[in-house]
């Protein structure tokens, strides 16, 4: 398995912006798709977006669309979230994921997780 693990998360005005990252060591990270999670208090985790070993493709929830951008670099072992125009909704503990999976199927059978990190937004 690859290990991960996530920094970046803090306290942010709505509005502002936030990067996430995320640190992969262990096995061949271009063998894996790569997706951030987030799991808010009293709610279930959900998939905020994904994107493929290549970087080619990604996929986001609605609620994150034209405002989140996943990247990711393979010389790096590194995976980006870029967070902008955030809102008290998105305040959640951010976390990262690696699967061995197209990205239209990512999150079904996740291989690792990262501790995750807090992200908190004030109105």
């Known amino acids: 398995q690859v290990q991960l693990v996530e920094s970046g998360g803090g306290l942010v005005q709505a509005g502002g912006s936030l990067r996430l990252s995320c640190a992969a060591s262990?096995?061949?990270?271009?063998?894996?798709?790569m997706g951030w999670f987030r799991q808010a208090p009293g709610k279930e985790r959900e998939l905020v977006c994904a994107?493929?070993?290549?970087?080619?493709?990604?996929r986001y929830a609605d609620s994150v669309k034209g405002r989140f951008t996943i990247s990711r670099d393979n010389a790096k072992n590194t995976v980006y979230l870029q967070m902008n125009s955030l809102k008290p909704e998105d305040t959640a503990v951010y976390y990262c994921?690696?699967?061995?999976?197209?990205?239209?199927?990512?999150?079904?059978?996740?291989?690792?997780w990262g501790q995750g990190t807090p992200v908190t937004v004030s109105s």
């Open positions: 994107i493929s070993w290549s970087g080619r493709d990604a």
């Open positions: 994921a690696a699967e061995r999976t197209v990205v239209a199927m990512f999150g079904i059978s996740v291989d690792s």
């Open positions: 262990g096995r061949t990270f271009s063998d894996y798709a």
